[in-house]
């Protein structure tokens, strides 16, 4: 397979940090904010022709009124220790930050992008968080919503921890972004925003569920990973999309859409960084996929394993 180049976002709003909103978070994280991320994410990647992966925690597609008309089905969830901000604040109706239907509705206008799950309200789903009822649960009830029955889709697991891989095929899932283990932590993923030489992935094997190539986290400019200057995050990320063009890897960058609200200038460093990697595709250097479009592919090519190369060719997803 050619080099490929695939965006995910984790798309969460509160759901992503229930077990530790601060005074910060509360100020920042409204349904004005949250949106206008999404609008200036669309409208770059739109300018540019490229694809990406948006993957909701699926309570965040609700409005609150179709929580609420829900709650029988969802009322483990309100009782669970996870959920214990997420149910005081329902009780108080304050709900900014943690419905946001909104957000799924403009990305699939939008067109082109895959709608993708991160757990139904975004617990952790490891052996050491969840039990396997439990993850069943959260795959259910994402699977129940509009955005994803009876489809196959792909999953970002929540805080990238994956566990009962073997669940995953039952519920349509093709795909998961795999876990890209930083070396020496957090230290050491800090240090490695200033390595402007990065190499890209090897492709996937095939799978019941693809293991898609965890790519890398785009610098969040925000604490001390402000300090890395903008210019370096963009050389950094250059040298992943030509590594992958003249290897023929994968290069995934992933995100957060509130991301673009709390960090310093992400927005114009991203922006960059999509130029470079829109022209590399333009020329045919790079293929932009989706998660789902990559899980398919590396599906296909192992069903064709054994016929001539022509016949999945034609079906290349160029930008
Ligand atoms: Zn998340």
Redesign the pocket.
Do not use: A, T
């Given at each position: 397979m050619s080099g490929v180049f695939i965006i995910s976002f984790?798309c969460?709003g509160k759901w992503?940090v229930a077990d530790h909103i601060d005074a910060r978070i509360e100020e920042s994280f409204t349904t004005t904010n949250l949106l206008q991320n999404y609008r200036d994410l669309l409208a770059l990647l739109g300018e540019h022709g490229l694809r990406a992966t948006f993957a909701f925690?699926g309570a965040y597609t609700l409005s609150a009124e179709a929580f609420l008309d829900r709650r029988v089905e969802y009322e483990p969830l309100l009782s669970s220790s996870w959920c214990r901000v997420f149910a005081a604040a329902l009780q108080r109706g304050q709900i900014e930050g943690w419905f946001n239907p909104e957000a799924a509705r403009l990305v699939a206008r939008a067109g082109g992008h895959e709608i993708a799950g991160?757990g139904f309200s975004?617990r952790p789903l490891t052996p050491a968080d969840a039990t396997r009822d439990d993850v069943r649960w959260e795959l259910d009830a994402l699977r129940r919503l509009d955005l994803f029955d009876n489809q196959s889709w792909t999953l970002i697991y929540?805080?990238n921890q994956i566990g009962y891989v073997d669940e995953l095929g039952d519920h349509g899932i093709v795909g998961y972004r795999e876990r890209r283990q930083p070396a020496f932590g957090r230290a050491g993923a800090l240090l490695s925003e200033l390595n402007v030489v990065a190499a890209a992935e090897p492709h996937a094997s095939d799978a019941a569920a693809i293991p898609i190539p965890a790519g890398f986290f785009l610098n969040w400019r925000s604490g001390g990973r402000r300090m890395v200057p903008a210019a370096v995050t963009v050389r950094r990320w250059t040298s992943l999309l030509r590594d992958a063009a003249k290897h023929d890897r994968v290069v995934h960058l992933w995100s957060?859409p509130h991301n673009f609200l709390t960090g310093d200038g992400m927005l114009p460093m991203f922006r960059e960084i999509v130029r470079v990697a829109a022209a590399m595709c333009t020329r045919g250097a790079l293929v932009n996929m989706t998660q789902i479009d990559y899980a398919k592919r590396v599906k296909s090519l192992d069903a064709i394993a054994v016929t001539p190369v022509s016949r999945w060719r034609a079906g290349d997803h160029d930008c």
């Open positions: 984790d969460e992503g925690v991160h975004h929540p805080r957060h």
